[in-house]
C-alpha cells in the first residue's frame, strides 16, 4: 500500500469516526468554549469573581475527562484486543487506522486547545505569533498527558469498563509504589530536590507515562500484542512509580540549562553555625528525638547573586555512643536569620557531646536585578520580564503568557520598599492556563492602598544554578542551641 | 489444482487447552469445503487463526500463497469472511456499510453490490442493530461478496437461523460466488451436505478425515448380519475384528458395525472370512448425517 494509499485510507476511517461521533464531538467542542470563557474571565482575576472565579481548574479536569472519554470511543470503535471485531478480516492498514487515530485527537483535542489558548492570548494582548515556541511546547504536554494515556489504554482494553477499570488500578498501582518506595527510600538517598528542580518529578513522571504510552500505542497497532502490552505497561508504571522517588539527575538539570544547571565549585561560599542568644530554638521533641533548629550564617555571596538553602541531608555522630542519626530537613528563613532542622534521636544521651555534624546541603543560585521603577496605573501596563499588570480593587493584578516567569519576584513601592508576597514558577513548561493571572497585596496593608502615586520595583530572582555540598562541623554541643525563643 | 488454502501441522494453545493439534488440512480452488465437527471441536479457532486473528503457536499455514501471519490488506481485500460472532459496527446503516467498506476493495462491483442488497431484501436506510440477526447475516455476506472474493470464509453462519432465511443465505452465496473457493465451518451436517464439494471433520482440534463428498458416501456402509449360529460370538466382537469396522453391535444372533472404507470386493470377502456361517449379510449406504454420528462416536471411544 502507497503512503498515498494509507492517507487515503486513513482519512475515510476519520469521516467515517466524524460521522458516529457527531454529538460527542459537539459536546466536546462545546466544553472547550466553555473552559475558553472561563479562561478569559479568569484572566481578569479571578479573585474578583466569587461565583464563577476558580472555575477553569475544575473544568479543565472535566474537559480532560471528557477527551478521554471522546479518544477511548473512537480508539474502540477499532478495538485491538479480542477477536471478532468485523475490521481484523477487512483490508485495514493498521499505519492507517493510527493515522486515522491520531488524526482524530489532534482535529478534536489539539486543535480545540491550540485555538482556545490563541484566543485567549490574544484577548489578554500577547500576540500569538510572538509565543509559538510556548504554543507548540504545550501542545506536546498536551499530547503526552491527556492524549497518549488515554489512547494507549483505549488500545489495550476492550471497552469503557475495562479502560476505567484498569485507569484505577493503574493509578493505585502508581500511588502504593510510589509511596512505598518514597518511605522505603528515605534517608536511605540524598534527595536534593529543591524547588528550582522540583518541575522535574513531574516532567519525570509524564515523559515515562508518555513512553510507555507510546510502547503500548505500537505494540498494540502493529502487533496487536495486549498481553505483552499490559505487561509491559504495568512493569513499566512500576518503574516509573520507583524512579519517581530518586533524586534529580544532572542530566535531568540539563533540560533546562542556565535554570537548574549544578555547579562543583561552590568553595567561594561559606556556610557556619552560628551562636547568638536570641535566634535558636527546638521545635519538637519526644522523649528520645529532637529537632533543633540551628542557625545558620550564609556568606561569600557576591553581589548581583543570592542563595537559598534547600533540603539538607546528613547524619549526626557522637564519638561516644557511636550512634548514627539520620537528619534531614527544609531550611527555613525567620526574621533574619535562617535555619537549618537537625533531627536527633536518643538525644537526652547527645545532647551534651562534642558531636560531629555531616551535612549535605543543597544550594539554590539566583541573579537578582531589578526593574523600575514603572508607574502604577488602574489599566493594565506592560512590565518587562512579565506580561502585564495593573491595579485592580486594591490589588497588583498581573498576567504573563502560558507560564509564570520562572524567577521569584519581589514587588517594592517607593522608598520604604514595601515587600509584596513573591511570585515564583519553577517549571520551565507551560502551566495549566494560556494566561497565568497572579495576584499579589502588600502584607498588613488594607484593601485599596496600593496605588498611592508612587513608583514600583520588581526585583527578579532568576535561578541560575544548583550545588551541592558536603559539610563537616565537628564539635557542636546541640544544648547551645535548643530552648531559646526564635526571634521575632 | 492448487491449494487455496493450506495448514501443516498447525497448532493453537490457549493455556492449558490445545484447541487446534497438529492440523493439516487443504483446501482446494474452487471448491466448496465443509468444516464440521461438534461444538468446540476447534473449528472457529482453526479459521482464526488461518485469518490471522490468532496467531499459532506452531506450524504454519498459507492463504491465498501468503503465510497467514502476514495476511494484510491487500489479502483480505480477496478474502470474505462471515462470522456468526463477529461485532459489526451496528451504527451504520446498510447502505452506511456498504458505502464505507466499498473504498477498501479495488474489485467493488457497485452493480453486483446492488443486486446482492436486492436478492437479499435488505432495507437500506436500516441500523444493523435494528435488523434480525437472519438479516445482519446477509448484510455481512452481501458486503462480503461485493467485491467477487477469490476467498469466501464462513463460520458458522447458519448457526440460530431459520430454514428459510438459511435457504436464503445459501442460494444468494451459490449465485454469487460461483466458481470461488469457500471454507464454511458448521457444527450441523445437515447445513452444508447440499452443497459442500469437500468436507473436513473436526474433533478435539484435530482433523479426523478430509475428502471429496462424493467418496466420503461412497466409503460408509451400514452393515447387518444375522447369524445361524446364535451364541456364536456371545456378545463379544472377535479378536481379529477389522479396525474400519466402526461401531459394532454384537447380540447373539444379529451383528451390527459401519464400515468406514467400504470396497465391494473387499469388503464381502473380508465378512465371508469373518462370519462363514453368516445366514443373511446386508450393507446399506448412510445418509451423511449418520456418517458423522458415527464418527463422533467412535472418535470419543477412542478419546
Known sequence: ?488 | MNDVLKAVDLSKRFRRTEALDHLDLSVPEGSIYGLVGPNGAGKTTAIKTLMNIFQPTGGSAEVLGVDSRRLGPHEFAQIGYVSENQEIPEWMTVAYLMNYLKPFYPTWDNAFAAGLLRQFDLPMDRKLKHLSRGMRMKAALASSLAYRPKLIVLDEPFTGLDPLVRDELIEGLLDSAEGTTILISSHDLAEIESFASHIGYLDRGRLQFSEEMSSLAARFREVEITLDDAGQLQGQTPSNWPASWQLPEVSPAVVRFVETRFDPERTASDLRRMFPDAQQISMNPMPLRTIFVTLAKASRKVA
Open chain 1, 1 to 488: 500500500m502507497t503512503m498515498r494509499q494509507s492517507l487515503d485510507q486513513a482519512i475515510h476511517i476519520f469521516r467515517k469516526d466524524v460521522r458516529r461521533l457527531r454529538y460527542e464531538i459537539a459536546v466536546a467542542f462545546a466544553l472547550a468554549g466553555v473552559f475558553t470563557a472561563l479562561n478569559l474571565h479568569e484572566a481578569k482575576g479571578w479573585w474578583l469573581d466569587q461565583t464563577m472565579g476558580g472555575l477553569s481548574s475544575p473544568f479543565q479536569s472535566l474537559l480532560a475527562l471528557g477527551w478521554a472519554y471522546l479518544l477511548a470511543l473512537v480508539i474502540q470503535s477499532e478495538a485491538l484486543p479480542g477477536d471478532r471485531q468485523f475490521w481484523l478480516t477487512r483490508p485495514y492498514s493498521r499505519t492507517s487506522l493510527l493515522i486515522s487515530k491520531f488524526l482524530f485527537a489532534m482535529v478534536f483535542v489539539n486543535l480545540p486547545m491550540l485555538i482556545s489558548d490563541i484566543v485567549t492570548l490574544s484577548a489578554n494582548g500577547f500576540p500569538p505569533t510572538s509565543h509559538i515556541a510556548g504554543l507548540a511546547w504545550k501542545q506536546i504536554l498536551l499530547t503526552m498527558i491527556i492524549v497518549l494515556p488515554p489512547f494507549a489504554l483505549a488500545s489495550a482494553t476492550r471497552g469503557l469498563g475495562e479502560l476505567i477499570l484498569t485507569s484505577l488500578g493503574l493509578a493505585i498501582v502508581i500511588m502504593f509504589t510510589s509511596s512505598f518506595m518514597y518511605g522505603f527510600m528515605y534517608g536511605k538517598v540524598t534527595y536534593g530536590w529543591s524547588n528550582a528542580d522540583r518541575w522535574i518529578e513531574g516532567a519525570r513522571l509524564y515523559g515515562s507515562i508518555a513512553a510507555v504510552a507510546i510502547a503500548v500505542i505500537a505494540l498494540q497497532y502493529f502487533r496487536r500484542a495486549t498481553a505483552l502490552s499490559r505487561g509491559i505497561a504495568i512493569s513499566s508504571f512500576l518503574l516509573v512509580a520507583f524512579t519517581y522517588t530518586l533524586p534529580a539527575s544532572p542530566t535531568e538539570r540539563a533540560m533546562e540549562p542556565g535554570y537548574t544547571k549544578a555547579i562543583e565549585d561552590t568553595s567561594w561560599l561559606h556556610v557556619e553555625p552560628r551562636y547568638c542568644e536570641n535566634c535558636a530554638g527546638s521545635a519538637h521533641s519526644t522523649d528520645d528525638f529532637q529537632q533543633i533548629l540551628m542557625p545558620i550564617d550564609v556568606t561569600g555571596i557576591p553581589d548581583g547573586t543570592s542563595v537559598e538553602i534547600g533540603i539538607v541531608t546528613g547524619y549526626a555522630i557522637s564519638p561516644e555512643t557511636r550512634r548514627v542519626i539520620y537528619n534531614t530537613g527544609q531550611s527555613s528563613t525567620a526574621g533574619q536569620h535562617r535555619y537549618i532542622p537537625v533531627n536527633v534521636a536518643y538525644y537526652p544521651d547527645i545532647r551534651n557531646q562534642p558531636i560531629t555534624l555531616n551535612l549535605n546541603v543543597h544550594f539554590e543560585i539566583y541573579k537578582h536585578h531589578r526593574v523600575g521603577p514603572v508607574a502604577m496605573n488602574q489599566t493594565f501596563f506592560a512590565v518587562p520580564g512579565i506580561g502585564y499588570c495593573a491595579e485592580l480593587s486594591g490589588r497588583l493584578v498581573c498576567r504573563a503568557p502560558l507560564r509564570w516567569p520562572r524567577a521569584m519576584i519581589t514587588v517594592r513601592m517607593g522608598a520604604a520598599d514595601r515587600n509584596f508576597n513573591q511570585l515564583f514558577s519553577a517549571s520551565p513548561f507551560p502551566g495549566d492556563s494560556p494566561i497565568t493571572a497572579v495576584s499579589t497585596y502588600a502584607s498588613g496593608m488594607s484593601s485599596g492602598s496600593i496605588s498611592d502615586g508612587r513608583a514600583m520595583f520588581l526585583d527578579f530572582d532568576e535561578p541560575s544554578a544548583t550545588a551541592s555540598r558536603l559539610i563537616e562541623w565537628k564539635n557542636i554541643r546541640l544544648a547551645d542551641f535548643e530552648g531559646r525563643a526564635l526571634e521575632k
